[in-house]
């Protein structure tokens, strides 16, 4: 009778550590690896995406900073102008339509406008330093 009663006893304590066990995996395991790692690997798949970079044809920042004088002349237009001034080129297809000047400047797009920049078409002689402190904010790179 004592016997049974210890057998029982035994498997009894044989069951409540098989549910410790359980919750710890329900509560520890769970919460402190399985979902950080759900959430860092949904992180890196849907959030961070991975760099791209632009083809040398549209307006867009190159990668590298140094820009050639062949690649320059592919940025010719008013819908795709870059334009180099004192060894730094600009993309300045973004401020074409709001140019004081008009569609001049398209005349320096695509080649080192550095002598119609400062020499403007029509006896006007140099940019006053309002048009040179516009220039920063459309600076892509350096001129090779
Ligand atoms: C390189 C080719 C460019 C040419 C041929 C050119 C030509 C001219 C001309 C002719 C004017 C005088 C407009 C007038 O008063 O009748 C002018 C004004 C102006 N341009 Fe340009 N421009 C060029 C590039 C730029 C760039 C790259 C910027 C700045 C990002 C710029 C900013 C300005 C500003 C702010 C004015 C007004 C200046 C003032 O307050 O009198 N221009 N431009």
């Known amino acids: 009778m004592e016997e049974t009663e210890n057998q029982e006893s035994v498997s009894l304590q ?5 549910n410790s066990k359980k ?4 509560f ?3 919460p402190t690896i399985l979902l950080p ?6 992180y890196l798949t849907f959030i961070k995406k991975p760099k791209t970079e632009s083809t040398s044809q549209n307006s867009k920042k190159p990668i ?3 820009i050639s004088s062949e690649e320059l002349s592919k940025h010719s237009t008013k819908d795709n102008c870059w334009l180099a001034i004192k ?10 339509n709001s140019h004081p000047g008009g569609e001049t400047i398209i005349e320096g797009c695509g080649k080192d406008a550095t002598t119609l920049f400062l020499n403007r078409p029509g006896g006007k002689g140099p940019h ?3 048009a040179q402190s516009l220039l920063p904010q459309y600076e892509i790179g350096e001129l090779e």
């Open 128 to 130: 006053p330093p309002r």
């Open 14 to 18: 044989h069951q409540q550590e098989k």
């Open 64 to 66: 590298s900073s140094t």
């Open 37 to 42: 790692a759900i959430f860092v690997t949904a």
């Open 28 to 30: 520890f395991i769970i």
């Open 87 to 96: 060894g730094k080129v600009y993309d300045v297809t973004s401020f074409i």
């Open 23 to 26: 919750s710890f995996k329900l």
